[in-house]
Nanobody, 127 residues
Framework: QLQLAESGGGLVQPGGSLRLSCTFS????????IGWFRQAPGKEREGVSC????????NYADSVKGRFTISRDNAKDTVYLQMNSLKPEDTAVYYC????????????????????WGKGTLVTVSS
């Protein structure tokens, strides 16, 4: 059974850090690009960061460049999103998604394309 499961969300103060993890089961991770997306209350879902199947290519939203880092460990079937210098506007439900590697990571992030999705983890940045 194919599953994606996000973890690592929580409440953090502005300027703090969190590391989100997305674990996969039921399919071969190395054949997929992986993306992190988020949806804040009252807003549309947006692409945060995406990483290619090999890990060689990444894409970041302008709003998180220099603060967030995406990485993957195919051997552990896990993708990470390290989030530093968090801001209140980063508050959202964060989702991971997997997309077959026939597309580009940029296209995946911009279009919000994902064949498989997790259920999300809530990140709240507040003092």
């Amino acid at each position: 059974q194919l599953q994606l499961a996000e973890s690592g969300g929580g409440l953090v103060q502005p300027g703090g850090s969190l590391r989100l993890s997305c674990t996969f089961s039921g399919f071969t991770l190395r054949y997929y690009h992986i993306g992190w997306f988020r949806q804040a209350p009252g807003k549309e879902r947006e692409g945060v960061s995406c990483i290619s199947s090999t890990g060689e290519s990444t894409n970041y939203a302008d709003s998180v460049k220099g603060r967030f880092t995406i990485s993957r460990d195919n051997a552990k079937d896990t993708v990470y999103l390290q989030m530093n210098s968090l801001k209140p506007e980063d508050t959202a439900v964060y989702y991971c998604a997997a997309e077959p590697r026939i597309t580009t990571v940029q296209d995946m992030c911009v279009s919000g394309r994902g064949e498989y999705w997790g259920k999300g983890t809530l990140v709240t940045v507040s003092s």
